[in-house]
T-cell receptor, first 113, second 114 residues
Framework: AQKVTQAQTEISVVEKEDVTLDCVYE???????LFWYKQPPSGELVFLIR??????QNEISGRYSWNFQKSTSSFNFTITASQVVDSAVYFC??????????FGQGTTLQVKP | EAGVAQSPRYKIIEKRQSVAFWCNPI?????LYWYQQILGQGPKLLIQ????????DSQLPKDRFSAERLKGVDSTLKIQPAKLEDSAVYLC????????????FGQGTRLTVV
């Protein structure tokens, strides 16, 4: 089965706290791609990062960082020093070799001032 | 570069009526996706096109939903007849050819069936 699970439905933090959003995936493919998207209240899905299955190097972009571990089939996303503007729904997604792109259920992040 | 364009942004119809959504992908993007996103859930893939051919429509309710991508550019998604449970946001996305690419999404069409 090919599936993406985001077990955290909602997370609430106070501004400047660090927060980690979990993502666990299942796939039989040896080559696949993982993504994170942000969906602000306006509704449009905004691309954040792409990672292929052969590249387990962690990535940092400003306050955002991603930890990819094939051994645990996880692709977690950490926001350091969260800000109110980070409040949104975050989706993890998996793309197969066929190009089929499937999403998790999403994690709603609320950052309070 | 222009993004993925969708219209209309909002639509309210009565059950059993028909409705159509339109999507204009980013120029040159061969892959086009239609997703249904019910409130509080993740996007669910309805159909995936590669140019004007269907790659995956396994989750498209074919008794009432249809989609086409004539000439491999614009696409339309139709629902006929609509049911209450079709109320959702319909998202269109497009992606360039190649594996090291990501999908870009339009703003979606919010459908309310009453």
């Amino acid at each position: 089965a090919q599936k993406v699970t985001q077990a955290q439905t909602e997370i609430s933090v106070v501004e400047k706290e660090d927060v980690t959003l979990d993502c666990v995936y299942e796939t039989r493919d040896t080559t696949y791609y993982l993504f994170w998207y942000k969906q602000p209240p306006s509704g449009e899905l905004v691309f954040l990062i792409r990672r292929n299955s052969f590249d387990e190097q962690n990535e940092i972009s400003g306050r955002y960082s991603w930890n990819f571990q094939k051994s645990t089939s996880s692709f977690n996303f950490t926001i350091t020093a969260s800000q109110v503007v980070d409040s949104a729904v975050y989706f993890c997604a998996l793309r197969h070799n066929t190009g089929k792109l499937i999403f998790g259920q999403g994690t709603t992040l609320q950052v309070k001032p | 570069e222009a993004g993925v364009a969708q219209s209309p942004r909002y639509k309210i119809i009565e059950k059993r009526q028909s409705v159509a959504f339109w999507c204009n992908p980013i120029s040159g993007h061969a892959t086009l996706y239609w997703y249904q996103q019910i409130l509080g859930q993740g996007p669910k893939l309805l159909i995936q096109f590669q140019n004007n051919g269907v790659v995956d429509d396994s989750q498209l309710p074919k008794d009432r939903f249809s989609a086409e991508r004539l000439k491999g550019v614009d696409s339309t998604l139709k629902i006929q007849p609509a049911k209450l449970e079709d109320s959702a946001v319909y998202l269109c996305a497009s992606r360039q050819s190649g594996m090291n690419t990501e999908a870009f999404f339009g703003q979606g069409t919010r459908l309310t069936v009453v």
